[in-house]
């Protein structure tokens, strides 16, 4: 069968350092054709190259046999290509129909039939979003639904999703498998980025897999494992050291030392209500909940991103003190830092470099705002954290934004612990993230508790909270309503926890 898409001798480099370089690609019509690789394989690259927004330093690119030049993304769209970004790109001051629908305003627009029609349109892709909402108020989860639908909406013939089930939660991701199934009925092709293994197996025909900018395999995905694909991920084995069982007779489960932080009655409007937990140095505190438990936000009142209630708002207090934080600034100076699951939205300024990223986050604990930044400085202190934390880049005045989605991960990361921080809060810090990242993050928080730090871990993922904690909290409807050590907690009885 003529392929529907077909990359020959795809390369393409930036400032001589390259990305991918004399890939082969495939894509038949009907079929869902995982990609895989490790953060900077150049998975991303690939893809936006098919989607008009880089072009190719050299190779083709032929779509239904006919060789085409895609000079932007909405040259790509016209071509039958269209992409959902790994971060959103809506635009958050129109409501969820305008969304959908931009680029086909006509000169009079009705909001109320646009809002029937999106409507209709979400309902029949199972998605609960309400269309005359502002993108601004949504979750991460309803943005992510909002891009998907927006790419349906327009009938490619090719559809790139790039982690688009990294913020659902497993009811949506149901759904999300099933909308994929029915584009391939349809006849729509799919290529498909993922970090989640498991899904690759489960929703692909076919897999290729990257490593260092080049394809390392590729075909009919009944031919892998999981073993195999880790294997040519990373080039050697990592199965044994990735989400590793944590009970009391295999791996040392740390003693509480003095508790760090104590919070009684913590209240915020109807999403935080009369919750009470202590964290403790030295230990990893897992969070679990579902979604709308409050875990976040929770958090971000410890860390002063959001406020608790004035009147009946609880008590929280840090090392013995009672404390009540307005900006995450003066949490910083106490030693709180919260490393954001939005690192797009919240987590880094995406005009600037890496050294001047992980600087502003040595300068935030600082109490001079007059104080002199020396770019000699911003420059070697990043350097020491990029090699740290194997941050891959072609030098430190490489910007943000320009980084593979784990790389970006690790400056959040950078930035927050240059702070040289008491307490750590990571709210899903491997969301988006390759496995062999995954491993080196899991290392860095299990060294921060051994060096006496407290971390507190919010995950929705339950084997990376049973591999990393200490002690487990489970949240439901605003509340932690159990607590349990690692070493007598199973997914059974977390999830029974948070459900009932």
Do not use: C
Request: zero cysteines; proline letters at 3%.
């Amino acid at each position: 069968m003529q392929p529907i898409l077909e990359l020959k001798g795809a390369t393409k480099d930036f400032r001589g350092v390259y990305a991918i370089k004399n890939i082969d690609l495939t894509l038949q019509e009907g079929e869902v054709h995982a990609i895989l690789g490790e953060n900077g394989a150049g998975k991303s690259t690939l893809m936006k190259a098919l989607a008009g927004v880089h072009h190719l330093s050299s190779g083709e690119i032929h779509l239904a046999g006919k060789p085409v030049t895609l000079g932007s993304p909405l040259a790509a769209l016209k071509a039958g290509i269209a992409m959902v970004f790994q971060e959103t790109n809506l635009v958050g001051s129109m409501t969820v129909a305008q969304n959908i629908y931009l680029g086909e305003e006509r000169f009079l627009n009705g909001l109320r039939k646009l809002n029937i029609r999106a409507k209709q349109f979400l309902m029949s892709m199972n998605f609960d979003v309400e269309p005359s909402a502002l993108v601004s108020s949504l979750g991460a989860a309803q943005r992510q639904m909002v891009e998907v639908a927006r790419a349906t909406h327009h009938a490619a013939k090719v559809i790139i999703f790039d982690e688009p089930t990294a913020t659902l939660t497993p009811e949506e991701k149901h759904h999300f498998f099933g909308l994929i199934k029915r584009l391939r009925e349809r006849g729509t092709s799919i290529l498909f980025i993922t970090h989640a293994l498991e899904e690759a197996l489960q929703l692909s025909d076919t897999i290729t897999i990257l490593r260092d900018g080049e394809k390392i395999v590729s075909g009919p995905t009944e031919t892998f494992t999981r073993e195999s694909i880790i294997r040519n991920m990373v080039g050697r084995e990592l199965s044994g050291e990735l989400y590793g069982a944590r009970k009391g007779h295999e791996v040392a489960i740390r003693a509480p030392q003095s508790k760090m932080l104590s919070v009684d009655n913590l209240s915020m409007g109807k999403i935080v209500r009369n919750t009470s937990f202590s964290i403790y140095g030295g230990q990893v505190t897992g969070m679990f909940g579902l979604v709308g438990a409050g875990r976040t936000e929770t958090m971000k009142i410890v860390a002063g991103a959001f406020k608790r209630n004035v009147f009946h708002g609880g008590e929280v207090r840090l090392n013995g003190k009672a404390v009540r934080y307005r900006v995450p600034r003066t949490a910083m100076r106490d030693g709180i830092v919260y490393v954001t699951e939005d690192r797009k939205q919240d987590g880094f300024f995406e005009t600037m470099s890496i050294a001047e990223n992980i600087h502003m986050g040595a300068l935030a604990r600082g109490n001079n705002p007059l104080s002199v930044v020396s770019m000699r400085q911003a420059k070697a202190l990043a350097a020491d954290w990029t090699k740290s934390l194997s941050i891959r880049a072609i030098n430190t005045s490489s910007k943000v934004i320009e980084l593979s989605g784990g790389n970006q991960q690790k400056v959040v990361i950078a930035k927050s612990l240059v702070q040289k921080p008491e307490l750590v809060i990571f709210d899903e810090p491997t969301r988006g993230v390759d496995v062999g990242s995954i491993v080196e993050i899991h290392d860095l928080i299990n060294r921060l508790a051994d060096e006496g730090i407290a971390v507190v871990l919010i995950s929705s993922y339950l084997p990376e909270v049973l591999a990393l904690s200490d002690r487990i909290l489970v949240t439901r409807q605003g509340q932690v309503v159990e607590e349990m050590s690692a070493g007598d907690a199973t997914e059974d009885k977390i999830m029974y926890a948070a459900v009932h």
